[in-house]
Structure formats: C-alpha cells, structure tokens
C-alpha cells in the first residue's frame, strides 16, 4: 500500500495513537534511503523525524537503522519490524472498513456519488422522492465531474455511483439506468430544422452549442471528431443548459440536448432533429463495488433507482 499517502490519510485517526503512530512513520521512513527525503515526504525536519526514530528505537531496545553520512539503511530488526507493521496497518485498515460499515448501518447512512449532468436533470427527483418515503435516511451526497466521481468510485468508501457509463467496470455490478440519446435543437427558421437528419458536417453556418452539463457527451463528440478527422464549427456553453437554451431560442445555434431531459423542455419555436447514424448515444448506469459491504439504506437505494428505471422492468 502506498503509505504516505496512507500516513496523511490515518494521521488523525485516534487507533493510531502512541507507540502505533511511531511505528507507522519508521514504515514510510522506510521507503526511502535518506532521512531528509523521508522529512519532506512528511513535512517535517530531518532533526524531529530523526528524533522520532531514536525514541522508537530506545522504547524497542532494537536499533532499527543503520545510519551512515550518505544515508541510512534498515538492519535486520527494521525489516522485522516494518514486515510485522505492515500486516498490522493492513488488519487495523481493515478494521476501521469494518467501523465504518457498522456505523453506516447503524446511521441509515446512503454514500452517493453523481456526475454533475445528471443532477440539474432527474437525479435531485429521485432523490427527493427517496428521501421522502426514507425520512430516516442520513444522505452523504458528492456532486463532481465525471473523472472525480469516478475517483470516489473507486475508492475506499462504499459509494453508489451514478455516471455514464466508463470504459472499465470490472470491479462494479452495473445497473444501466438509462439508455441516453442525444439530438440537436434549432430554432424553426433555422435551416438545420428542415432536415431528416443531422451530420457533423452540417454544422458549418450554425454552431452547434454544448452544454457544460453535458461534458461526457460532449467529450465524446470531440473525439469522435478528433479520430474522424472532421471539422465541427462549436460554441461551448459554461453557463449551463438553460444559458444554451436561451442562444437556441435567439437562434444563434443548433443546442445538443438529452431525452431524458424532454419533459422538462418548451418548444414553442423549436424542433428536435436528430443525427444521423446514432452519433450520439451514452448509457446513464448505477455502479456497486463487488468488494465493498453497503448499508441497509444504500442496498434500499439501489432497488429504488432499479424500480425507477424502465430499461430493467
């Protein structure tokens, strides 16, 4: 395991108090060959850190290190000992996992990781409406882009995911939510409204405006375009859907938009067009780690969002 990062992670935890917290600090000492690189590794002086060290070494009675001008090497006690501290931290890691689990069951704790396009659409609904029939519920919610939400995903807490569907799921069992497609909206004088289909290339005289809300559609387009070798004439929005709505009405664009968010939509003066070829199509999906305990509430959440999805009844 990666133990400076793990140091900073754990520092504060109160298991990891006295003689233990020493004995984490000599196994990140011992990733590296001199005690001044270890120092700035753990933001503090090579003096205190040496300190540090020496008091370890005088409460075992074993001199851990071999220190010589140039630098320092473990004796055969040192290596004992960061064999055996490794295994412990492991066991104590795992316990902590397991407080936490019992913690989130006793809490009614639901952990929820989404992507910010999907939040301003259905998603605040959903959970709304889940909170509501689950009044006990005590929600941890993280809104991010699409590359931190995966983080999360894969991190040590037992998130329920909701994204578009990434490149790699093989530590997840997916549910897909939602099979999304994508269409353009012009205005009804704009010429892009007479067509029975729309093509990258027919994005010349008319913009195509995306939407931050809709970052992975709009990265795969981009790339798509990228690897086609096509020219695509973009206006990229950062003021959000309703801001790209408004240029769509002006008639200043053509406005990628998702179906799933349809309902939600006026169109007086607008028509839907759609690309040719399924351009664009994304799957919105419910990702659960196969390796992680979830509370009673977050297995309640996950058949919820399943119940509300038509593409598994």
Not at 131 to 142: I, L, R, V
Not at 144 to 161: I, S
Request: with cysteine.
């Amino acid at each position: 395991m990666d133990h400076v990062a793990s140091y900073f992670e754990l520092q504060d935890d109160p298991l990891l108090s006295g003689k233990l917290s020493a004995l984490y600090t000599f196994m990140v000492v011992s990733q590296y060959t001199s005690l001044r690189t270890a120092a700035q590794k753990l933001y503090i002086s090579p003096q205190v850190l040496n300190r540090q060290i020496t008091a370890l070494e005088e409460k075992l009675g074993l001199p851990l290190l071999e220190r010589t001008p140039r630098g320092f090497s473990l004796t055969s006690y040192g290596e004992s000992v960061c064999e055996y501290s490794s295994a412990l931290f492991r066991s104590l890691q795992q316990f902590r996992r397991d407080l936490n689990t019992m913690h989130a069951e006793n809490n009614h704790l639901l952990r929820l990781a989404y992507s910010n396009n999907l939040y301003d659409t259905s998603l605040h609904m959903y959970m709304m409406d889940f909170q509501e029939e689950q009044p006990n519920c005590k929600m941890k919610s993280m809104r991010r882009n699409f590359d931190q939400t995966m983080e999360l995903a894969h991190g040590n807490e037992p998130f329920v995911t909701l994204t578009t569907r990434p490149a790699n799921t093989e530590n997840f069992d997916v549910a897909i939510l939602h099979d999304a497609h994508y269409y353009a909206l012009v205005h009804k004088e704009n010429p892009l409204s007479k067509l029975s289909g729309l093509d990258i290339s027919d994005f010349d005289e008319t913009p195509l405006i995306l939407c931050s809300e809709f970052f992975r559609a709009n990265q795969y387009l981009l790339k798509h375009c990228t690897e086609q070798k096509l020219s695509v004439n973009v206006r990229l929005e950062t003021g959000g859907f309703q801001a790209g709505l408004e240029l769509c009405r002006q008639n200043k664009g053509a406005l990628l938009m998702a179906d799933y968010i349809e309902d939600q939509i006026d169109y007086e003066g607008l028509v839907k067009v759609a690309p040719k070829g399924g351009l664009f199509s994304l799957e919105l999906v419910m990702l659960v780690r196969k390796d992680l305990e979830y509370s009673q509430m977050e297995h309640k959440f996950i058949e919820y969002m399943k119940a509300y999805s038509p593409e598994l009844n």
